[in-house]
């Protein structure tokens, strides 16, 4: 058996200020809406991450997934901050799990596109009542009783009929970015000039 | 596809709520786009760049900021870093040999531990400190013991340790005690000793400590909710402590930011706040006690010395009462006697103000009226109290030494006779130790550890949370009543950084079966999950939630329970503040619950766990009602109370015996939760 050649280690990509901001600053506005901060509060949280990190002198610019971990986290920890300020008491959240999801839907462009175009998607295959459900209850903000009284069914019908859809989603989604990634290593491997 | 979403789903792996919160997001940012059209992406390049330049001074040549690698910047740091560490080498050198006339190196001469933290000084300088760290031997302690908490160690009748020999002699009896004169306090200095790393948490005693909050809950049948994370964990401490812990560093050693006040005044205010129940202050000598307070905890100070200091009447005011923010703790003697029986003694007096106590047989009248008789000021005269059949009495004032779990029943013919003497007593007290570990307690979980006897919805007793209170008491009796330290046991104990229990989260708590609340319930009770949103159960957060629903009167439970303006059951209109302080907004997992939801969410998971206890086995109606408040802490029940309680559970005498379970349940839980 012969040792295959490791492949030599890329070198850190480096980027400026102005393509670190474009690169990085819709995934950290979506992480942000993720942890439950509305559009305004995500919006200044993420110019606050951003700028708190171009201005640090001891911030490294090691591998992309580094660099954006690193803006999570420093995201997060304003987050956390702007709530004590404000004498807010979150309740028990842990982001840890979040960031674990994150990573899988942020997509290769770390900006959550490719999480939410398959999303899109997916939306396609539930059932009108699943669809209809889920657009009161987030354009509308429709209670639980609306949604009930338009769908005719009990509250606790509409509950589970809305998880249940999430629940499709989820899965759906899952599915569409797991071909994404397979499709995108075949295409990798493809390109390789010595692949056998 | 898993099929219609109409359809039950097939199985497929649990949806987590993390996976629930990014996907709830999505979808509100993809119906927003589909409802209001889609809207330009983002781009804060323009307005962070601005706000780079402005901080930074510029950012680069025409405008390109320059972000170096990290081996630019290591070699930068290990630069600067030689240089520092030369130069910090060569000032410590002139230091000593300049200053000194001494080598840093010779061992003979005694070096200074204190708080300013300075050491190796010469002899000659430390004899001459007249700006008053005072010079200490090293302490000669014990090696730490690791929560040891051996059942032999713990004697329900006897809650402390005998502690023999003469008053004066009573900390070289212990050898095994700091050598430190007790009391001591460091008055001079304003700077914090830090805590001792021996009295800090390691690992085993930890592990020790979490073994007993193990075995009760298995004990008691109690499956203890998932691990809250780490940010949770800080939030929980931010919120019931006040101290701010940084999530994201390594807080295995040490702890909170104690070097910062701001944490030992945080842990003053609820700690004065939890010993001064029932005393009523004037708001001007809380502050002052809390701020006396406040500096014995940064300082690392005998927490027990400063009680002893308020036992023995040194923040008392003169006989005549003095006019309000005057700023002295004056208050009625009967007040002050039980504040001493059970908020610093742990007793459960409840019972004896009236007659002995049939839960505890400890607690008799006769001992509760001495204790009254003793902090009353002569010039009152004499102390009466009446018996059950309506004698009177003339109480002698002292203390039974049992009440500080000291020696055994024959002292009752020597009680203990002077404030004085009762205060010198509580230094190095085991049963204090306990006591105050229980608030401290009380202050993270909304409830003691070991809730008196008499508590109708305490969660069940267990010798396994006994030996967790006696672990807790004997780290604070090792550190002196340094309670910076009791507090980093507390804080990073299991019990702290559990998460809410399934049910709480989201909505479920709506729509699941009874038997899941129980268990969500007894589960909160019992520490082995948190309770949502934490706000400090007042009458303030009820008082809001009755204003919340625009009701001035009370209406008994109705439909579904609903439950309403209890606040006034607690708190008669003319009493309800007229500020109320604004409570911290307890925000939710997606959306803002409101307080009264919290309170809805929290009844709707503790009423089906709850019994009346003892209250239940009261025949009387009336007194049944009656012993609801006092065992909530009223001493008199206003005839307005009583109909509202009435109200409130309903006068249907026919009841089933599990209905009047459950509504004196619930009176005992409204009214404990807003008082």
Same mark, same amino acid.
């Not at chain 1, 660099?67 to 004498?87: D, F, Q």
């Not at chain 1, 982001?95 to 839907?105: G, H, Q, T, V």
């Not at chain 2, 330009?40 to 780079?52: G, I, S």
């Not at chain 2, 000084?121 to 430390?126: E, H, I, M, Q, V």
């Given at each position: ?102 990573? &899988? ?85 493809? &390109? ?5 | 596809?898993?099929?219609?979403? /109409? ?21 509100? @940012? ?13 781009? !804060? ?68 531990? $204190? ?34 908490? %051996? ?26 005690? %700091? ?10 200095? $304003? ?6 790393? @021996? ?26 909710? $998932? ?54 202050? /004037?708001?001007? $000598? ?16 005998? !927490? ?51 007659? /002995? ?104 007793? /267990? ?17 002196? !009543? ?100 604004? @409570? ?92």
């Amino acid at each position: 058996m012969s040792d295959e050649p490791r492949e030599p280690i890329p070198p850190p990509i480096v980027l400026s200020a102005e393509e670190l901001i474009r690169r990085h600053q819709v995934g950290i506005w979506r992480y942000l809406r993720m942890l439950g901060c509305d559009e305004s509060l995500a919006d200044d949280l993420t110019q606050e991450t951003l700028v708190k990190v171009i201005c640090q002198e001891s911030f490294s610019q090691w591998s992309e997934g580094a660099t954006a971990a690193y803006l999570r986290r420093t995201a997060r920890n304003l987050l956390i901050t702007y709530h004590r300020k404000g004498g807010r008491i979150r309740t028990v959240f842990t982001s840890d799990p979040l960031d674990e999801i994150w990573d &899988r839907w942020a997509g290769q462009d770390l900006s959550g596109n490719e999480g939410l175009d398959c999303l899109k998607q997916c939306l396609a295959s539930l059932t009108d009542r699943a669809r209809l459900a889920l657009r009161m209850r987030f354009a509308e903000d429709a209670t639980r009783a609306e949604i009930a009284s338009k769908l005719r069914i009990s509250e606790h019908g509409t509950r589970n009929l809305m998880q249940r859809a999430k629940q499709q989603l989820r899965e759906c989604v899952e599915l569409k970015l797991t071909e994404l990634e397979a499709a995108r290593q075949s295409n990798d491997q493809h &390109r390789r000039p010595d692949h056998p | 596809m898993s099929g219609s979403a /109409d359809q039950p789903a097939e199985k497929s792996p649990p949806f987590s709520e993390a996976e629930e919160r990014a996907l709830d997001a999505m979808l509100s @940012e993809l119906f927003a786009a589909e409802t209001r059209g889609p809207k330009p992406p983002r781009d !804060f390049e323009a307005q962070v760049l601005t706000l780079v330049r402005q901080r930074s001074g510029g950012i680069g040549v025409g405008g390109t900021a320059s972000l170096a690698t990290g081996s630019e910047r290591r070699g930068r740091a290990i630069t600067l870093g030689a240089w520092a560490s030369l130069a910090a080498t060569i000032l410590a050198m002139v230091y000593f040999w300049g200053g000194s006339g001494r080598s840093p190196f010779a061992t003979n001469e005694p070096t200074i531990t $204190a708080s300013g933290g300075s050491t190796g000084s010469d002899s000659s300088a430390a004899t001459n400190h007249t700006d008053a760290i005072p010079k200490q031997s090293q302490p000669n302690r014990k090696p730490p013991v690791l929560l040891s908490g %051996s059942p032999a160690s713990v004697d329900s009748d006897h809650l402390g340790v005998a502690e023999p020999g003469p008053l004066a002699g009573q900390a070289a009896a212990d050898g095994s005690r %700091s050598t430190r004169p007790r009391g001591l306090v460091l008055a001079d200095t $304003a700077s914090s000793r830090p805590i001792e790393k @021996e009295f800090l948490p390691d690992d085993a005693g930890l592990a020790r400590l979490n073994q007993q909050f193990a075995a009760y809950w298995q004990a008691i049948g109690v499956v203890p909710a $998932a691990s809250a994370g780490a940010t949770a964990w800080s939030d929980r401490i931010a919120d019931r402590f006040g101290i701010v812990i940084d999530p994201t560093v390594d807080n295995s050693a040490g702890t909170a930011t104690w070097s910062d006040r701001d944490s030992s005044q945080q842990v003053a205010e609820r700690l004065v706040a939890q010993l001064a129940i029932g005393l009523r202050l /004037d708001p001007t $000598a809380l502050r002052r006690l809390t701020d006396e307070a406040a500096d014995v905890i940064y300082r690392g100070d005998r !927490f027990d010395a400063w009680l002893g200091r308020w036992v023995r009447g040194e923040f008392d005011s003169a006989e005549a009462p003095q006019p309000a923010d005057s700023g002295s703790v004056a208050v009625k003697p009967d007040a002050l006697g039980e504040w001493f029986a059970s908020r610093l003694a742990g007793a459960d007096v409840g019972c004896a103000r009236c007659h /002995d106590s049939p839960i505890d047989s400890r607690y008799i009248q006769h001992d509760y009226w001495a204790i009254v008789a003793l902090f009353s000021s002569p010039a009152a005269g004499p102390t009466f109290y009446e018996l059950k059949d309506g004698r009177q009495r003339v109480a002698t004032p002292g203390v039974s030494k049992r009440w500080l779990g000291l020696a055994d029943e024959a002292t009752f013919a020597n009680p203990i006779d002077s404030r004085e003497t009762l205060g010198q007593l509580l230094i190095g007290n085991r049963q204090v130790a306990r006591t105050l570990a229980n608030h401290l307690w009380s202050i993270g979980f909304g409830t003691p550890l070991l809730a008196v006897a008499s508590s109708p919805i305490a969660p069940p007793r /267990d010798d396994a949370l006994d030996q967790a209170l006696e672990m807790l008491a004997e780290r604070l009796v090792a550190s002196d !009543f340094d309670i910076r330290a009791a507090v980093d046991w507390i804080i990073n104990g299991d019990p702290m950084r559990r998460g809410l229990p399934d049910v709480f989260l989201q909505d479920r708590w709506q729509v699941a079966p009874e038997v899941t609340l129980a268990e969500a319930s007894m589960a909160q009770r019992s520490f082995a999950a948190a309770r949502a949103h934490w706000p400090a159960a007042t009458r303030r957060q009820l008082a809001a939630m009755m204003k919340s629903r625009s009701s001035d009167l009370p209406t008994k439970i109705g439909p579904q329970d609903t439950l309403l303006a209890q606040p006034l059951i607690l708190t008669p209109p003319n009493r309800i503040p007229r500020d109320l302080p604004r @409570e911290p907004v307890a925000s939710g997992d997606a959306a803002t619950a409101k307080p009264e939801e919290y309170w809805w969410a929290q009844w709707m998971a503790d009423r089906e766990g709850l019994r009346g206890g003892w209250i239940e086995s009261i025949a009387d109606r009336d007194q049944q009602l009656r012993h609801a408040f006092y065992a909530a802490g009223f001493r008199q029940v206003t005839p307005d109370q009583l109909r509202l309680a009435e109200d409130l559970i309903g006068s249907d005498v026919a009841q089933a015996v599990d209905e009047q379970h459950r509504a004196v349940a619930k009176l005992y839980w409204v009214i404990q939760n807003g008082s």
